[in-house]
Every structure is written in structure tokens, then in C-alpha cells.
């Protein structure tokens, strides 16, 4: 999710992290309220940073989930996923994302257009 989307679907994003909490990952960091940041990864040169929605660990291996909803600007979206996916395999991390009804098709065409196959987790 790009900072646009997160100021006007405040409430998925909580419940993604509710979701994320109940699943049983500790030290979770998230772009809201009463939770520490995710560390941001920006690219020289440019003013183009990535901040991950959602990290959390789990049996000691990090985990990094975006949620993805319908955005004005998915070729930022792409970036930013792909990213994380090259981040997470050169870290041995696992990357995951977390959908609502609504948004699935605009998800798996998203994920289609970048070659990225994962498995979405719906909520």
C-alpha cells in the first residue's frame, strides 16, 4: 500500500495488523499508530523510498506483509513489491499479501503483471 491508500483505509490497515497479531508473530512493526516503523529502504539519486506495511517475526524469521487495495498508482505499487520480493529472497525473509474482497482481481493482475506467484492471503 502506497501512503495515499494508508490515510483513507485506516481502518483495513488495523484490521490487517489485528490479523497479522493473531496469527502469533511478535515484534510487529507497522505505519500506525502505537506501533514502531518498519525501517524504509530509499534509492540514491532519487527521492523514491520503500517502507514494508506490516513486519513481524515469527519461529525466528522475518516476515514482511503489504496490503494490497485498489491504487491510483500502480506502477509505484509494482516497484515496491518487487523490491521486497528481491529483498526477502536475499535475505531468506518470507514476503506475503494480505487482500480484501473487492480487490482481489486487481491483486492477481498486479502480481501477474510483475511474474510474482504468492499465495494471497483474504481477508
Given at each position: 500500500?502506497?501512503?495515499?491508500?494508508?490515510?483513507?483505509?485506516?481502518?483495513?490497515?488495523?484490521?490487517?495488523?489485528?490479523?497479522?497479531?493473531?496469527?502469533?508473530?511478535?515484534?510487529?512493526?507497522?505505519?500506525?499508530?502505537?506501533?514502531?516503523?518498519?525501517?524504509?529502504?530509499?534509492?540514491?539519486?532519487?527521492?523514491?523510498?520503500?517502507?514494508?506495511?506490516?513486519?513481524?517475526?515469527?519461529?525466528?524469521?522475518?516476515?514482511?506483509?503489504?496490503?494490497?487495495l485498489k491504487s491510483a498508482e500502480p506502477?509505484?505499487?509494482?516497484?515496491?513489491?518487487?523490491?521486497?520480493?528481491?529483498?526477502?529472497?536475499?535475505?531468506?525473509?518470507?514476503?506475503?499479501?494480505?487482500?480484501?474482497?473487492?480487490?482481489?482481481?486487481?491483486?492477481?493482475?498486479?502480481?501477474?503483471?510483475?511474474?510474482?506467484?504468492?499465495?494471497?492471503?483474504?481477508?
Amino acid at each position: 500500500m502506497i501512503a495515499i491508500d494508508k490515510t483513507e483505509n485506516q481502518k483495513l490497515f488495523q484490521d490487517s495488523v489485528t490479523y497479522v497479531e493473531k496469527l502469533g508473530f511478535e515484534n510487529i512493526k507497522a505505519d500506525i499508530e502505537g506501533y514502531e516503523t518498519p525501517k524504509s529502504y530509499s534509492q540514491k539519486g532519487t527521492d523514491f523510498s520503500v517502507t514494508p506495511d506490516i513486519v513481524g517475526e515469527k519461529a525466528g524469521r522475518k516476515h514482511y506483509f503489504e496490503v494490497s487495495l485498489k491504487s491510483a498508482e500502480p506502477n509505484q505499487l509494482k516497484s515496491k513489491w518487487r523490491f521486497l520480493e528481491v529483498l526477502t529472497r536475499m535475505k531468506d525473509n518470507r514476503f506475503k499479501i494480505i487482500t480484501f474482497r473487492g480487490h482481489y482481481k486487481f491483486t492477481e493482475d498486479m502480481l501477474q503483471d510483475i511474474n510474482l506467484e504468492k499465495n494471497l492471503i483474504k481477508l
